[in-house]
């Protein structure tokens, strides 16, 4: 087996209970030629103490103290000091697996012009929403079309996450893959673009990664205000950013992502609608465009009940 630096970047804010459990998950992975960068992004907390003290015991870690400026700050902190070939984003309250590198970098030797290769995650406790086992027919995307095609159709999707996701460096630089400063949900957008640059995906169809369901994370805890607010941002960039190819799937993953979110600021709601019918009128989906217009006009109503069905029968 080849033997390539792996950069693997943790971002660390207030999860003090949980990071110990993920720093020896790393540290002891079967692969060892890594480069741990250990983000502290101004936790609070007793996170900054611990991460030295891993730095003491281990001399592949790097530790980077920063003012707190959010997960996609930290990430892209990470990012910039690097020197892996590969990149590895882990969260600070999860853990992997001992043979995770080791698995994907066998991938990389089968594969070996494959840009990122994907894991299936397990989820403690057991939850559908994040645990990625959708790919399970899929061993190997070799043209972006069929990235496109996988990733934007409503279900059974590539995985959004952008953790259990190894990735060649070369691949994210080049095309500024770097992930939006100050966003709640940065994933989405993130894994939005991913798809429209990638040409080579590979499979494993193992869990290699442990999500823990964690109540204090910067997802479940944060306002519905900043929640709407990021959405805003999401939608705009999804929606003012279609391009072929797969243009038309592109648009109904936009539509669908955007049948969950409604803003109680009405100025900022029509702004995204409006966007969202230009692009239909463009793709000449113009039934599609009817009943949508009928959903938007009654979503705060009825808060999408019955029109949405009808929907996502014609999208269907």
Known sequence: MQSPLVSIIVPIYKVEPYL????????NQTYTNLEIILVDDGSPDGCPQICDEYATKDERIVVIH???GGLSDARNAGLDICKGEY???????????????????????????????????????????????????????????????SFFRVKNRLPVNACNKLIKKEFIVL?????????????????????????????????????????????????LEKR???????????????????????????????????????????????????????QRLHLLRLLYYFYHRTFPILKGRGIGFIIWLITK
């Open 87 to 149: 990149i590895y984003y882990l969260d600070g309250d999860d853990a992997i697996d001992d043979s995770c590198i080791v698995l994907m970098l066998e991938l990389v030797n089968k594969y070996p012009e494959v840009e990122i290769v994907i894991g299936e995650m397990q989820t403690i406790p057991p939850s559908l929403m994040y645990e990625n086992k959708r790919c399970k027919h899929i061993d190997f995307l070799n043209a972006n079309l069929d990235i496109r095609k």
């Open 175 to 223: 095309n500024n893959l770097f992930f939006k400063k100050g966003l709640l949900h940065e994933d989405e957008l993130w894994m939005f673009h991913v798809a429209k640059m990638a040409t080579k995906i590979a499979f494993i169809h193992k869990p290699t990664y442990y999500r823990y369901i964690n109540p204090n994370s910067i997802t479940t805890s944060t306002s």
């Open 66 to 68: 920063k003012e707190n």
């Open 20 to 27: 110990r459990r993920c720093l020896d998950s790393i540290v």
């Open 228 to 282: 709407n607010l990021a959405w805003k941002v999401i939608l705009t960039e999804f929606f003012k950013n279609i391009t072929v190819p797969a243009s038309k799937e592109q648009l109904l993953y936009a539509l669908n992502q955007l049948r969950y979110y409604y803003d109680p600021q009405i100025d900022r709601y029509d702004e995204i609608w409006s966007l969202a019918f230009v692009q239909l009128k463009k």
